[in-house]
Structures are given as structure tokens and as C-alpha cells.
């Protein structure tokens, strides 16, 4: 770990680090960049004055209890912010992780970042989000600990975070990208 730490803080560009392996993180296309600005901009009206902080991607956070560093898309952090490092800060108080998917990173993003960040104490949502259509996978904790998976698809689905009294519509998220306005 202590490598991935020295080799991330000198590199030009962003690594992330599971199960004992350096990933390189690759560009985002536009319309990756699009979903994350609507996104941001949905995320933050609903939430302003309750406390919270969206994050974007140059953003590192740790999971502690395996070990593991990784740059999400978005992510959200409600109360004070709680770093390991200050060169560069990493986060580790999550409240909630947002990934979009690229065809690269899909898998690692539902199989690996998805068993990595349900370690995170803090967290109560885990939400993947498709680039190519209207279709989100939306993890949550519920009060038992225990994590539910819900798949929203179409545009008339909407997102949920239940501890916010967050309600962000796909077609919102999604209002941006190319293929959404095609008729």
C-alpha cells in the first residue's frame, strides 16, 4: 500500500488501489461528463442547507477495512469531512458514492468497488449509473445493515436517497446527454 500511496502522489494522473493491484484511471467521454455535471447540479440544489458535501472526481477515499484507495465519480459526505491525508486529502467518512460506467471500468465498478464500498461504515448508498441509457443500480443500507440492490430504468424512473428526502429523476441526470434527446 505504501507504494500505491508514493506512486498515486507523484503521477500525472489518478490510480486507484484493490485487493493489492494499481489501476490506472482511464479519461471519460462526454457523455460520463455530461451525467456527472447534471448530476452535481441536481445533487447539490436538493442538498444545500442539510449539512452535506458533494465531491467530484479528483476526490480520493479510502476503505479502511480493506485497505483500499479509489477516486469515485461523486461522492457525498454529510457533517465534517474526516481525511487520512492532507497531500492529497483523502476522504473517509463517505455518506454516499456515486460511479458512472465506462465500458473499462464496468465490472470493476459493480463487482469490486461495489465489495470494497460496503465496508465503509458511513455509507448508506452505493449508486452505479449507466452512460447508455436510462438505467441506474442504486445500493442502500437499510437499517439492519443490510444492502439492498434496486434497478431504476426509463426515463420516467426516479432516484431516491431516503436519508437526504432526495428525489433526482432520471431524465434530470440523464437531461444532457445525446442519445436522451433523440427522437
Known amino acids: 500500500m505504501a507504494e500505491y500511496l508514493e506512486f498515486d502522489r507523484r503521477s500525472d494522473y489518478k490510480n486507484e488501489y484493490f485487493d493489492g493491484q494499481i489501476f490506472m484511471m482511464a479519461g471519460a467521454s462526454p457523455d460520463h461528463n455530461l451525467i456527472q455535471t447534471s448530476l452535481v447540479s441536481a445533487l447539490y440544489a436538493r442538498i444545500r442547507g442539510k449539512g452535506c458535501t458533494v465531491y467530484g472526481s479528483d476526490m480520493r477515499v479510502k476503505v479502511r477495512a480493506t485497505e483500499s484507495y479509489a477516486y469515485p465519480d461523486l461522492s457525498l459526505v454529510c457533517g465534517r469531512a474526516v481525511y487520512e491525508f492532507s ?97
Not at 443500480?137 to 437526504?164: C, F, N
Open 87 to 183: 497531500q492529497p486529502a483523502t476522504l473517509l467518512n463517505l455518506k454516499i458514492i456515486f460511479e458512472i460506467l465506462s465500458p473499462s471500468s464496468e465490472r470493476k465498478d459493480r463487482v469490486t468497488k461495489l465489495r470494497h464500498y460496503r465496508e465503509i461504515e458511513s455509507l448508506t448508498d452505493y449508486v452505479v449509473i449507466s452512460q447508455s441509457g436510462y438505467h441506474i443500480q442504486h445500493y442502500s443500507k437499510d437499517a439492519d445493515a443490510d444492502w439492498l440492490g434496486m434497478e431504476l430504468v426509463g426515463p420516467g424512473a426516479s432516484l431516491t436517497i431516503r436519508d437526504l428526502d432526495c428525489r433526482i429523476g432520471l431524465v434530470e441526470i440523464y437531461e444532457q446527454c445525446e442519445w436522451s434527446n433523440e427522437t
